[in-house]
């Protein structure tokens, strides 16, 4: 069954660096679009990235400039290099795929904190 761990977060000042990693299971990894999304306290979950098959990147315009998406299609892993960390991006980081019949499979999530 399609499985999808994510590992890497964890408690940073502002100004640090986090990079999460996603390993993927269940699903022809190559193939797909990964995802990441974010959600912090009291908020709606809400789409942080994107890389697709032909390794095409897009970001919302709350991390552009300073998240960086990116895919180990060896090791069915996808990460999220994330520089000049702000407290507004403390939240629980979610990997996610959409497959077949517009289905959408989650991980359990990280916490990321940034905090001085």
């Known amino acids: 069954q399609v499985q999808l761990v994510e590992s890497g977060g964890g408690v940073v000042q502002p100004g640090g660096s986090l990079r999460l990693s996603c390993v993927a299971s269940g699903f022809t990894f190559y193939a797909s679009t990964p995802n990441w999304y974010r959600q912090a306290p009291g908020k709606e979950r809400e789409w942080v990235a994107s890389?697709?098959?032909?390794?095409?990147?897009t970001y919302s315009d709350s991390v552009k400039g300073r998240f960086t998406i990116s895919r180990d299609n060896a090791r069915n892993t996808v990460y999220l290099q994330m520089n000049d960390l702000k407290p507004e991006d403390t939240a629980v980081y979610y990997c996610?795929?959409?497959?077949?019949?517009?289905?959408?499979?989650w991980g359990q999530g990280t916490q990321v904190t940034v905090s001085p």
């Open positions: 890389v697709n098959s032909i390794n095409y990147v």
């Open positions: 996610n795929v959409v497959l077949r019949g517009n289905t959408n499979y």
